[in-house]
């Protein structure tokens, strides 16, 4: 692996950073305040591409890499975790899905609107009942000669109720049993399919998060993505790649932690001098480097893996659930380094604090992500 930022990732992470510090940056308050999941900045985000970083170009996207995928996540992240958070649940979960297990028909109908930021998307697995054991979902879809009646709800939905296309994953068979689960695709509008309870969340609150309820919600065969019984195969191979998307996030909160923290040490001053030449502070702007530095290390192999097509089960968990740790590890650092001012809402560093820890829960739990290592290396 070349450790060298490519011409093209640097550019790219550039126009994200300009982008994030433009039109993120002076409402970032604004909309955690009012919880406004801010629809238009996605809109001018998909007309730099940021909304179909990998949908190759001949389906509208940008056609990128995972590299440049992870600068924009990161970019934003530093800015504002809930619009990272939403940029990647759009990219790497419904977009992510319809790109790799979509028919050809499929990907020419849904992925150019996505890409291009004309429609949200929506991705939903969790179940009020079922977090992790997904395999018992209570949503169901029941065929009806060329249609499927899907009823059941869906909750901690990125744009359950904002999104304007959704990939389900819905139980086709028994409770537990293999191969029980199909996904589809359903467009907001369809008739039974509405959005639920706006959750109501402690950290990025700018991002939509609310349920999805089917009520004999009824779609054509057509909407069916790949085989029926393929649903959880499918979903597990997207959290995978999703997994990468939650490490990019945690490494923009984190960044935006330190950064703030260095720039504050210089500038602070007690006992006639700044506290950067603080032992007390030094080792600690130190430790969040270092851990910073290594989570970006596991990120970015994950990353290669998957732009070579090489599994990377292992590799994704190890990044989101390092990257995750680190985050919450330095926000928490980063409040303290600021003190009491660090506790107030004047300053970033509240906000990092926030928004860090949905990184340890949103797609797998750190508890999950050691189960996946664990059973990778016992093979």
Not at 27 to 34: A, Y
Not at 238 to 257: C, E, F, M, N
Not at 280 to 287: E, H, P, S, T, V
Request: charged content about 25%; some cysteine; glycine content about 10%.
């Amino acid at each position: 692996m070349n450790f060298e930022v490519s011409e093209l990732t640097a550019q790219v992470g550039q126009s994200a950073r300009d982008f994030a510090q433009q039109h993120i940056r002076p409402n970032v308050m604004k909309w955690d305040e009012s919880q406004e999941f801010p629809v238009h900045v996605f809109k001018e985000m998909g007309k730099l591409g940021f909304m179909g970083v990998l949908v190759p170009e001949a389906y509208g996207g940008s056609g990128l890499s995972y590299f440049e995928y992870i600068a924009v996540i990161q970019e934003i992240a530093k800015v504002c975790g809930s619009v990272g958070l939403s940029v990647a649940a759009h990219n790497s979960l419904c977009t992510g899905h319809i790109l790799s297990f979509g028919n050809e028909e499929q990907k020419k109908k849904y992925l150019p609107r996505l890409a291009n930021g004309e429609w949200i998307g929506a991705w939903g697995l969790t179940e009020p009942n079922t977090g992790s054991d997904a395999g018992n979902m209570k949503c169901t879809a029941q065929r009806d000669g060329d249609h499927w009646v899907i009823n059941g709800t869906k909750n901690w939905i990125t744009h359950g109720i904002s999104g304007d296309v959704a990939v389900v994953m819905t139980r086709t068979g028994e409770p537990r049993t293999k191969n029980n689960a199909t996904a589809f695709i359903v467009e907001r509008g369809t008739p039974g399919f509405t959005g639920g309870k706006k959750e109501n969340k402690l950290g990025m609150r700018a991002s939509e998060t609310a349920e999805m309820i089917f009520d004999n919600c009824r779609i054509p065969d057509a909407n069916r993505i790949g085989n029926v019984g393929d649903g959880f195969k499918q979903a597990m191979k997207i959290l995978d790649g999703g997994r990468i998307s939650i490490a990019a996030l945690s490494l923009g909160i984190a960044k935006g932690a330190y950064e703030a923290s260095v720039q504050y040490s210089k500038e602070r001053r007690q006992f006639g001098q700044p506290i950067s030449s603080f032992q007390g502070i030094a080792f600690k702007l130190a430790d969040m480097a270092t851990r910073i530095t290594a989570a970006e290390l596991l990120t970015l192999q994950a990353a290669d893996k998957k732009n070579r097509g090489e599994a990377m089960t292992k590799e994704a968990a190890m990044a989101k659930y390092y990257a995750s740790e680190v985050a919450v590890e330095a926000s928490t650092e980063a409040v303290q380094i600021f003190g009491g001012y660090g506790y107030t809402k004047d300053f970033p560093v509240e906000k990092f604090y926030r928004d860090s820890k949905l990184c340890t829960i949103g797609e797998g739990t750190s508890e999950i992500q050691k189960m996946v290592i664990s059973r990778e290396e016992l093979k």
